[in-house]
C-alpha cells in the first residue's frame, strides 16, 4: 500500500481549504502500488477539520469530522476523535483517534498511538483509503512538534 500527498501552497488550513484545491490536504492511496483504491482531501470549514473520504472515481463516500479544537501533550489525558460519518453527516459510523499514551511516553517520545473503527461490512478499498486518511491526520495535526 502506498499513501501519496503532494506538496501544496497554504496547505493544512481549513479557512483556505474550501476555496481553493492549492490551499487543501489531499492523499492518494494505492494498493497495490499503482493501482488508486482511493483519495481524501480536506474540505474547508470555520475553524473545524473536515475531510471526504472518497473512491478511486472520485466520488465521495464518508465524510471525518474533527474536533474544533485539539489539545495534545503529555498534560493533556484526552483522545482527540475525528468523527466518521455518512456522507449526509447525520449518523457516525465509526471513528478516527489519537490516542492518549500516559504521560511519560507523551512527555519523552514522539511516538503516538492511532485507533480507527469502522464498520466490519466497508470495502476493502474504503478500509485502506481510511488508513490514509489516518496518515494525513497525524500528519496535519500531531506531527512536527517538537516535544
Same mark, same amino acid.
Given at each position: /500500500?502506498?499513501?501519496?500527498?503532494?506538496?501544496?501552497?497554504? %496547505? #493544512? =488550513?481549513?479557512?483556505?481549504?474550501?476555496?481553493? +484545491?492549492?490551499? &487543501?490536504?489531499?492523499?492518494?492511496?494505492? &494498493?497495490?502500488? #499503482?493501482?488508486?483504491? $482511493?483519495?481524501?482531501?480536506?474540505?474547508? %470549514?470555520? $475553524?473545524? =477539520?473536515?475531510? !471526504?473520504? /472518497?473512491? !478511486?472515481?472520485?466520488?465521495?463516500?464518508?465524510?471525518? @469530522? *474533527?474536533?474544533?479544537?485539539?489539545?495534545? *501533550?503529555?498534560?493533556?489525558?484526552? +483522545?482527540?476523535?475525528?468523527?466518521?460519518?455518512?456522507?449526509? #453527516?447525520?449518523?457516525?459510523?465509526?471513528?478516527?483517534?489519537?490516542?492518549?499514551?500516559?504521560? &511519560?511516553? !507523551?512527555?519523552?517520545?514522539? %511516538?503516538?498511538?492511532?485507533?480507527?473503527?469502522?464498520? &466490519? +461490512?466497508?470495502?476493502? @478499498?474504503? @478500509? %485502506?483509503?481510511?488508513? *490514509?486518511?489516518?496518515?494525513?491526520?497525524?500528519?496535519?495535526?500531531? !506531527? $512536527? @512538534?517538537k516535544k
Open positions: /500500500m502506498k499513501v501519496s500527498r503532494d506538496l501544496k501552497v497554504c %496547505a #493544512g =488550513s481549513p479557512w483556505f481549504a474550501g476555496c481553493c +484545491d492549492c490551499c &487543501a490536504h489531499e492523499v492518494t492511496v494505492e &494498493a497495490p502500488i #499503482g493501482t488508486v483504491v $482511493g483519495y481524501v482531501k480536506q474540505k474547508g %470549514a470555520f $475553524g473545524k =477539520s473536515p475531510y !471526504e473520504i /472518497m473512491d !478511486e472515481n472520485q466520488e465521495p463516500v464518508l465524510k471525518i @469530522k *474533527g474536533p474544533r479544537f485539539i489539545f495534545d *501533550g503529555a498534560l493533556c489525558p484526552c +483522545d482527540s476523535e475525528f468523527k466518521l460519518l455518512t456522507l449526509d #453527516g447525520t449518523n457516525q459510523v465509526g471513528s478516527l483517534s489519537k490516542v492518549y499514551s500516559g504521560f &511519560a511516553k !507523551e512527555m519523552f517520545t514522539v %511516538a503516538d498511538n492511532f485507533s480507527i473503527k469502522f464498520p &466490519a +461490512d466497508l470495502s476493502v @478499498k474504503t @478500509k %485502506a483509503t481510511l488508513i *490514509g486518511a489516518l496518515f494525513l491526520i497525524d500528519f496535519t495535526y500531531f !506531527e $512536527g @512538534k
